[in-house]
Structures are given as structure tokens and as C-alpha cells.
């Protein structure tokens, strides 16, 4: 296993601490987004999450470069400053308790969460000795202030489970009341959950207080999977697979009040706070759309490589971070590294 390094200092990044979110958000006005830089990382890329001046990904390998990994990049350069070993426990998705210090992974292929400590590189998994067989965990979510972290189970019926952190346990699961819930959002100030049920494509609403799900949205589109949250203003985004597009729901009326057509395959979807823009991961159009949170007109399309996957705004310095998968070796030919496959894409609104 390789020691995570601390990351190099970054002038801008530092310089970005410094100075107001309001300052940050007057200099992303009115600007277009562009690909800043590109790297390639490991094999087989899924997720992205930015703490402290890294950006941490999660990579399960390949037949050509085997060996899962969580991989951490410089978050300016995207040059490669260390990595944790994973074993057999592959991490697809991942979250960071930022006060902690812990990341925390979606173990898809053997049922567990991933706990790692990013100081150390020490990790250890949480699982569900009550569980009939090996639970799909999908997205993962944390609840910094109350150090609680949760991630749905992609599977019939659906699931989220709640783990302690202070004690890396489970603590309870709740029931979605609906079917393959995969996106995962969790609302600090109503103390709930809203979750996307890729299976029958409407959103759970979950009150913590009571684990009861309290309101079922339809998201007027189809294979709901994942969504976005504007905290400020009240709206949640969901990405729809196959009816390639986005849907706005007001969590003020409960209930879509848009629909804004983008890539064909749109997978990973984020808000941007800052620049008051959704960014939307277009799988198999190899782009990633950009949409005004205002007009909801598409502003921008970036050519990404194959597969765009997931994405991740760092609030803190405004950078956003996309993964993209690779394409697979036709059957029949020699296996072959694809060139456009398995990157990290740093994005400046």
C-alpha cells in the first residue's frame, strides 16, 4: 500500500481560501466553462471527491491494470501525489467527512462500505450480517455535522443504510418504498433524504426524525439515477438515462416543474453553487452539458473522452471534476488501453 502524501501547496488555491465565497462567485459570473487539463489515472474510474487541496478517485482496475485503488491527485496539476490500496473491496462510489479526515466507499462487488482513514491509508468496511446476500451499495453520502454517513442499496426492494461514523457500524436501514434507488442526497436543514428510484423513476422523500418516507415526486422522465441539490434554492436536479434528459423539481411544491434535454445518456449531474450552473455527465455523447441554473439553457457542451461518468464541484476553490470510463475491447480482438478512457477532466466555470 502507498502512503497518501500530503498535497503540494498551490498558490491560487491558497489564494482562493483567502478571499470571500462572494468574491469567489462575482469572478465566476457570466464566465464560460472550459476543460482546463486531463489526466489519465488508473483503470476502471467511478467516482471523484475534492478534500483539501486533492482530489481523491476511486478505481476498481482492469484485465490490462489490474488492482483496485483510491487514487489522490493534486487538485490544480492533477499530477498523481499517492494512492491507497483497496484489495478486493473495489470502491465505486465515494464521499469524505472533511471534518474527519475519513472517506468512505461503495464496495459494490462484495457488499460492504469502505472506511479509510486518509492520513493513514488504514482501511476497514462496514457490513450487514442481516443482509440476504451481498448488498448493491450505489451512492454514498455524508452527514459531516452529525458525522453519519449513508448509501443506497440498488436493489428490490430499496434500501439506505445509516452508518455511525464515530463507530464505522451500522445503525440502522430504512426502506425508499421504491425500486433500485441509486441517487443519494441528504437535506441538513429539513433533516431528510431524497432518494432517485431508478426502478420506477420517482424521488423518496425521507424524514430522518422518523425514517418514514413522508413524499414520492415523479421525476417525469426515465432510469431516474442521479441527482443534484440546490440548497439555497430549494431544487433538486435528477438525471434520466434513457429519456436523456434533466428534471428540476421544486422542493417547495414537491413536484418537477422542468425538463431540460441534454446528452444522450446523461449519468452524472452537479451543482454548481457558485456559477449557478448544472453540470451533466452525457455517457454516451462523450460530453459533459452545462446549464444555466437560471434560464435552464444549455451553455455549454465539453468533449470529454469516452464515457463520462461522475462529477464533483469543490465548492471551496469553484473547480469541477468529471471521471470517464473506457470503452471495452470489442469481443474477439487482443484487450488494448483505450486513449480517451479512464480520466480525471478539471473544469473552470
Request: glycine residues 10%; without cysteine; hydrophobic residues 40%.
Amino acid at each position: 500500500m502507498a502512503t497518501p502524501k500530503m498535497p503540494r501547496p498551490v498558490a491560487w488555491a491558497l489564494l482562493i481560501g483567502a478571499i470571500s465565497t462572494t468574491m469567489v462567485g462575482a469572478a465566476l459570473i457570466n464566465r464560460a466553462p472550459e476543460v482546463d487539463r486531463q489526466t489519465k489515472v488508473h483503470a476502471g474510474l467511478y467516482e471523484v471527491y475534492a478534500h483539501d487541496g486533492s482530489v481523491w478517485v476511486t478505481a476498481v482496475g482492469s484485465s490490462l491494470v489490474p488492482g483496485s485503488k483510491l487514487v489522490q491527485l493534486d487538485g490544480e496539476s492533477l499530477e498523481e501525489i499517492g494512492s491507497i490500496d483497496m484489495g478486493d473491496a473495489a470502491g465505486f462510489g465515494i464521499a469524505i467527512n472533511r471534518r474527519t479526515g475519513m472517506a468512505y466507499t461503495s464496495n459494490t462487488r462484495v457488499g460492504t462500505m469502505g472506511v479509510i482513514n486518509l492520513n493513514t491509508g488504514d482501511v476497514t468496511h462496514v457490513t450487514n450480517p442481516d443482509a440476504d446476500g451481498e448488498p448493491h451499495l450505489f451512492r454514498v453520502v455524508v452527514d459531516e455535522a452529525n458525522n453519519m454517513v449513508y448509501s443506497t442499496i440498488a436493489q428490490s426492494p430499496g434500501q439506505v443504510w445509516v452508518v455511525d461514523g464515530a463507530t464505522s457500524t451500522l445503525d440502522r436501514v430504512i426502506e425508499t418504498g421504491g425500486e433500485r434507488p441509486t441517487g443519494l442526497i441528504h437535506d441538513a436543514e429539513r433533516n431528510r433524504l431524497y432518494v432517485s428510484n431508478m426502478g420506477d423513476d420517482f424521488i423518496s422523500v425521507i424524514d430522518l426524525s422518523s425514517d418514514r418516507v413522508i413524499d414520492k415526486i415523479p421525476t417525469v422522465g426515465t432510469r431516474s439515477t442521479q441527482l443534484a441539490f440546490d440548497a439555497a434554492g430549494d431544487r433538486l436536479f435528477v438525471g434520466n438515462q434513457t429519456s436523456n434528459g434533466i428534471s428540476v423539481i421544486d422542493l417547495n411544491e414537491m413536484r418537477a416543474v422542468r425538463r431540460v434535454g441534454v446528452g444522450e445518456q446523461p449519468v452524472g449531474v452537479a451543482y454548481h453553487p457558485i456559477a449557478n450552473q448544472i453540470f451533466v455527465a452525457n455517457r454516451r455523447s462523450s460530453t459533459v452539458s452545462v446549464i444555466d441554473g437560471e434560464t435552464y439553457e444549455v451553455v455549454g457542451e465539453l468533449e470529454i473522452g469516452t464515457f463520462p461518468n461522475a462529477i464533483h464541484v469543490d465548492e471551496r476553490t469553484g473547480n469541477v471534476y468529471v471521471t470517464n470510463k473506457a470503452a471495452r475491447t470489442p469481443r474477439g480482438e487482443e484487450p488494448r488501453i483505450d486513449p480517451q478512457g479512464d480520466m480525471v477532466t478539471l473544469i473552470k466555470p
